[in-house]
């Protein structure tokens, strides 16, 4: 259990983090200063930097990561991998208030579309299967681990250009339909594609 000190300072890291993402959305990233977010938040600046190093730190932190790796080991043993990762998905975001909901889909928006953010914010396959390695309790340099990372990589970018081209459609309500095609299996239309002769 969290000290009162440590709720406070998660609570003023939250309040930060909402008025900076809430910015960005009507002013733009390149647009929000460090000082305009601190204003919002009503701190001084340097409580802003006691928080985050940089603006760009805004972004990259993530509360919910937690939340999720907890869903994922509570799956039963034995739930097949892509099942168990789509479980624990939308366990983490339902248990998200609307408000939460709505700024992180807001800020995992911004960490894609800011070129100098998402430059810099690219999961690799290496980051990816440390993910997988930590929930599952196995080597990152397993094969299955790598595998695993792999597709979850090509389905989390699917689910990027799927929610930017549908109006409408949330990352998660992307990543969720995506996950859904990869458990039965993608169809596709036509003829199998065949290496030519």
């Known amino acids: 259990m969290r000290t009162l000190r440590e709720r406070k300072k998660a609570r003023t890291r939250a309040d930060l983090q909402r008025h900076a993402l809430r910015l960005f959305r009507d ?8 000082d305009e977010i601190a204003a919002a ?13 940089s603006k760009e730190d805004v972004v990259r932190y993530d ?6 790796d907890a869903a994922f080991a509570a799956q039963p043993a034995g739930t097949p991998l892509l099942v168990a990762l789509r479980t624990a998905l939308r366990a983490t975001f339902d248990q998200l208030g609307p408000e939460k909901r709505e700024l992180e889909e807001l800020r995992m928006k911004i960490a894609r579309t800011v070129p100098e953010l998402r430059d810099r914010n690219d999961v ?10 930590r929930s599952t309790g196995r080597d990152p340099s397993d ?10 990589l090509g389905a989390r970018l699917a689910a990027q250009s799927l ?3 549908t109006p409408g459609l949330s990352f998660l309500e992307a990543m969720d339909a995506t996950l859904a095609r990869l458990e039965t299996g993608v169809p596709l239309a036509g003829e199998p594609i065949v290496h030519p002769a």
């Open 41 to 53: 938040a009503e701190v001084s600046r340097a409580t802003f930097f006691r928080y985050f190093p």
């Open 163 to 165: 929610s930017d081209r």
């Open 63 to 68: 509360d919910v990561d937690a939340v999720r």
């Open 143 to 152: 094969f299955d681990v790598q595998l695993c990372a792999g597709v979850i």
């Open 124 to 133: 690799t396959v290496a980051r990816a299967a440390e993910q997988v390695a």
């Open 27 to 34: 002013q733009g990233y390149a647009g929000t200063t460090v």
